[in-house]
């Protein structure tokens, strides 16, 4: 339902080209897209039944804004901007990068051959991405030894070691003919490009002499050697007519999801595919968002455009070809026609794979959490946050951070808290000590860098953790983020949660929950891995500090020495093993490795 301060500005929306900003009730943007015409599009989320993501989305909207641009190249690459600014949680979020390597030819006076993942608009040459990174490794090899360029830092006044083994053509000590270098560069795109029957021929050769002189262990290498060549130059068979670098994109849209197919054809062959699914927010205009999707796709850092890109009907072609600055087509008819097809069809096969698995895994996921917030008599929140704290004796303490998204751990988001002050051990003041700085640590940083909070945190104890957590949400940070404890029972199992807001005058009360329901089961895993993450990084603390503390006790041995032995050894295991000169190589003088062998 559309507030009255929507239905007001709906009135006021332009038919014109543009982006649009979705926000939610704290104002943050939860959505960004694009429409040729923002009055139509804009009034479709309020004027309309929705179903799905997109029904979710419009649930959570407040407020939006409009930017109106001249024309769809603008739009597109607004949208862009604005996604990658804001990180909207109803946007499809890209993965950065490949993480395939590639294979470069630089662009130098004395160019060389080495595996990359970083691609540099510096006029070098770059083949790939691989998926089998050891099969891109050997080729590499194979190509240094075979075609060799320079194979070291050049100019040193002397030939180096690989001079001496045929692979560099000696920029160590002499000046290399451009021409031979040309010449050379020549083969290795050759053979990249797919021209290897002769390196077969050859290797194969090889291979057959080793068994019969009975050199099994030199046949072997020179078999694995020539899989792994035929694994990055010609694995795949040969299934266009010409050799021209083109990606091809299709897509499947059903119950609201859609499943976008990637396949990359180098060399005229299908080098590999990706395909990517995704809860579709626009269920009015897919086209759309497909469309934003590839350009997203090479906005990422590390993608190389090829030469040609061939998308379905029903897309702006000329739009997207101003964007990206390369041609994109959608063939008609024949072998492209053919290619274009088989995309749709894997994706759909992937799409109708996906439903089967997420009727299964939803239950355990999002319909868990849930759970925990209908229980809690809160609206559902995507994001989770747990805190725990670990010590011995109030020696080394710890905090640690783990958060989950709609049912499932995002560890790229968990966070370790080495806690500064001198705790006190009575009356679990400690605990409320920890809680306290912790928390305060954790939220005034998000609000100092503008990043959005969690919709529940969930303590690792009783009514001391909620009360001091809520005390510095409340009072010091005027943040009203819901806040429950995991209580266990006398046999040490959590079986309810800890909920209200004393300070606002809501009394805390047990929440029990069905042992046999998914969301006690999340609860349990929220609260065991907050547990796990908090002790593994107590441990690794305590162990490391002990060890800082043995060594300082040493006589002659300060600061500097200890952190050099640290950073040589690092453990007190490997420091008592290790031989006077060892010690030495560490940075010791005689005198200390010897009272070092001696104390320890």
Sequence with gaps: ?????????????????????????????????????????????????????????????????????????????????????????????????????????????????????????????????????????????????????????????????????????????????KSVYEAQIKKIKSFLNGDIGWVKKNLNEKMTAASENLEFERAAEIRDQLNYIEETVEKQKIISNDNTQRDIFNFYVDKSWIAIQIFFLRQAKLLRSETRMYPLTDTNDPEDTFASFIVQFYGQKNRILPKEVLIPAKIDNEALSEVLHVPVRTPKRGQKRSLLNMAKDNAKLKLDEKFRLLELGNRKTKGAQKEIFDSLGLPYGHVIESFDHSHIQGADPVSALVVFKDGEPDKNSYRKYKLKG??????????????????????????????????????????????????????????????????????????????????????????????????????????????????????????????????????GIGPKSRNKLLRKFGSLKKIKEASIDELRSAGLTLPQAQTVKLTL
């Design 1 to 177: 339902m559309a507030t009255q301060l929507i239905e007001n500005k709906l009135k006021l929306l332009p038919a014109k080209p543009g982006c649009y900003l979705m926000k939610d009730v704290n104002g943050k943007v939860i959505y960004v897209g694009k429409s040729k015409n923002l009055r139509s599009r804009v009034r479709s989320y309020f004027k309309s039944t929705q179903v799905g993501r997109r029904a979710e989305l419009v649930e959570d909207i407040r407020d939006y804004d409009i930017i109106t641009v001249s024309t769809d190249k603008e739009a597109f690459l607004l949208e862009v901007t604005l996604i990658k600014k804001y990180q909207p949680y109803y946007n499809v979020q890209l993965k950065q990068g490949t993480g395939y390597p590639y294979i470069e030819i630089t662009n130098e006076r004395d160019p060389q051959t080495k595996l990359t993942s970083i691609i540099r608009k510096d006029g070098g040459y770059y083949f790939g991405p691989y998926p089998n990174v050891y099969a891109a490794q050997a080729t590499l090899k194979f190509i240094q030894k075979v075609f060799p360029l320079r194979h070291c830092h050049g100019k040193q006044g002397r030939p180096c070691l690989y001079y001496h083994m045929g692979q560099c053509l000696g920029a160590c000590f002499k000046t290399v003919p």
């Design 422 to 555: 001198e705790v006190e051990h009575q009356n679990g003041g400690d605990e409320v000590r920890n809680t306290r700085e912790v928390v305060r640590r954790r939220y005034s940083r998000l609000l100092k860098e503008h990043k959005p909070m969690p919709d529940l945190i969930l303590m690792d104890g009783g009514q001391i953790q909620v009360d001091a957590c809520e005390d510095i949400l409340r009072n010091e940070l005027n943040l009203n983020i819901p806040v429950a404890g995991m209580v266990k029972d006398n046999k040490h199992r959590t079986n309810h949660l800890l909920y209200g807001d004393p300070i606002n005058g809501v009394p805390l009360k047990l929440i029990p929950l069905n042992p046999k329901s998914q969301g006690f089961y999340l609860m349990t895993r929220i609260q065991d891995e907050v547990h796990r993450f908090a002790i593994t990084f107590h441990r690794r603390t305590h162990a490391k500090n002990a060890l800082s503390s043995k060594l300082d006790s040493i006589k």
